[in-house]
């Protein structure tokens, strides 16, 4: 940054100059000049707000340039005159009428417009800015310097402890208070006093918030020129820069940070390209990642269509736990793998190890014939098994229809019994004599017979009837 003539004036300042200036020097030139016999810095023409007017000599010439002697006060002179200097390299830079605080490294700017501590704020974050925080002893006399210099009144600070009675916040939220200039009997302890203002002796005093004053606004240097940020009342339109304070150029948009992981490009907006992931769009996506193109979220990486079969994990870098399989890890092993949890490969389901015992194959499944042999035989017992019950429940139905229509234990039909015996007989002469000899019984009909002493023999003389 090109050094120009020493700008700004604080008293602190001065004094320091002061102490600079060796006796054999008379004067020094300084950046002020005399102009219709207002004072003016060399920061854009802007008139002086520290005067030191004090033993000041004035030249006769309506335009003159400024020097400050031995003394530590100002003289006017011939601009021409050959005279020592000194140089100052700003390391903040404000536009327009705001004043560099080297204090606090922000912008200052006062305001002689009565209004509410509210209405100071809201004024100030449409400059760009909020009320000033007194952070340090210079810079309180720094704004106190200013305050002297227009117009004589209190100012609003941004200080408060509207949050909590007796917790004081300055608007950044910082309740530390290293630094404090509090007026004799403050803070006062008011419950209807909540704010806080600089007098006319520099000192704070709280006061009614409600109340209007003139008020100091502040704002970083970077949102007042080109860049600005989250520390200022007006963010970036990209809220993908990188850094704390998110700041970006005014003017371009560019993020002077570079850009916060998933996005690309000088203004962070355009999100990594698929496939790729994270700070820079320098991470891969997982290639076990579902879907089109192993496709993750630009940001963290989390495959979008989920896993590949055998893997989990929101970057589907775990494979599935010993004995589990497949999409999502949901199938078992087969229980014929040998080896702790039945292991098998974790993608296929294939066994890591040999089979059990009556397994075969990768995945160790029993032979295929000896499954079918096995149901083939399960079937023809169940069939068999129904097939006795049928057989048997229709004929105790059909002897006990026999049975009712000789109550009197005779037989009125002469041979209606031995009909209706051959209708349902194709079995063998052994099964048919020993059914009609109980049939015959003179102890009754079958229906009314005492239980069998034999239901084996029974229910095998039944077994070749067929219906």
Not at 326 to 347: F, T
Request: include cysteine; hydrophobic fraction near 30%; glycine fraction near 10%.
């Amino acid at each position: 940054m090109a050094f120009t003539p020493n700008l700004l004036f604080s008293y602190r300042k001065r004094s320091h100059i002061r102490g600079q200036i060796t006796p054999d020097l008379h004067a020094v030139n300084i950046g002020l000049r005399m102009i219709n016999y207002k004072f003016y810095w060399l920061d854009e023409s802007i008139e002086a707000l520290y005067k030191n007017e004090h033993k000041l000599r004035l030249s006769r010439k309506r335009e003159s340039c400024g020097q400050i002697n031995k003394d530590g006060y100002w003289i006017f002179t011939d601009c021409a005159s050959v005279h020592s200097y000194f140089c100052e390299k700003s390391e903040v830079v404000c536009p327009g009428e705001w004043l560099p605080s080297y204090a606090s490294g922000t912008c200052i700017k006062m305001f002689q417009l009565l209004t509410t501590w509210s209405g100071a704020r809201h004024e100030c974050n449409h400059q760009g800015g909020d009320l000033v925080m007194i952070m340090n002893a210079d810079m309180n006399v720094f704004v106190h310097e200013q305050q002297n210099s227009m117009v004589r009144g209190s100012y609003w600070i941004g200080l408060s402890d509207i949050t909590e009675e007796g917790k004081y916040l300055w608007l950044d939220g910082t309740d530390e208070l290293n630094f404090t200039n509090w007026g004799n009997g403050q803070p006062n302890r008011n419950d209807e006093d909540d704010c806080v203002l600089i007098d006319l002796r520099g000192s704070w005093k709280e006061t009614n918030c409600d109340i209007k004053h003139y008020y100091f606004c502040e704002a970083f240097s970077d949102c007042m020129t080109e860049l600005f940020g989250m520390v200022c009342p007006v963010t970036c339109s990209s809220t993908n820069c990188a850094g704390k304070n998110k700041i970006c150029s005014r003017k371009t948009g560019v993020c002077r940070d570079g850009c916060e992981a998933g996005y690309v490009g000088s203004t962070c907006v355009d999100e990594c390209s698929s496939g790729k992931y994270g700070l820079g769009c320098n991470d891969t996506c997982s290639q076990n990642c579902s879907g089109k193109d192993s496709a993750c979220h630009h940001v963290s990486g989390k495959c979008i269509s989920g896993c590949k079969p055998g893997y989990l994990g929101d970057l589907c870098n775990e494979e599935c736990p010993s004995g589990r399989h497949g999409q999502n890890c949901i199938k078992a092993c087969s229980l014929n793998c040998l080896g702790p949890d039945n292991a098998c490969h974790h993608v296929t389901g294939e066994c890591v190890r040999s089979c059990k015992s009556g397994g075969s194959g990768g995945v160790c499944r029993k032979d295929p014939s000896d499954d079918l042999h096995d149901k083939l035989v399960i079937g023809a017992l169940l069939a068999t098994a129904v097939l006795s019950c049928i057989s048997l429940i229709t004929c105790l139905i059909k002897g006990k229809g026999g049975s009712l229509d000789n109550s009197d234990g005779g037989n009125s039909d002469g041979g209606s019994v031995e009909t209706e015996r051959q209708t349902v007989s194709t079995g063998s002469a052994a099964s048919h004599t020993s059914l009609k000899e109980k049939v015959d019984s003179p102890e009754g009909s079958l229906g009314d017979q005492a239980p069998m002493e034999d239901p084996e023999n029974f229910l095998a003389s039944w077994s070749d009837i067929t219906i």
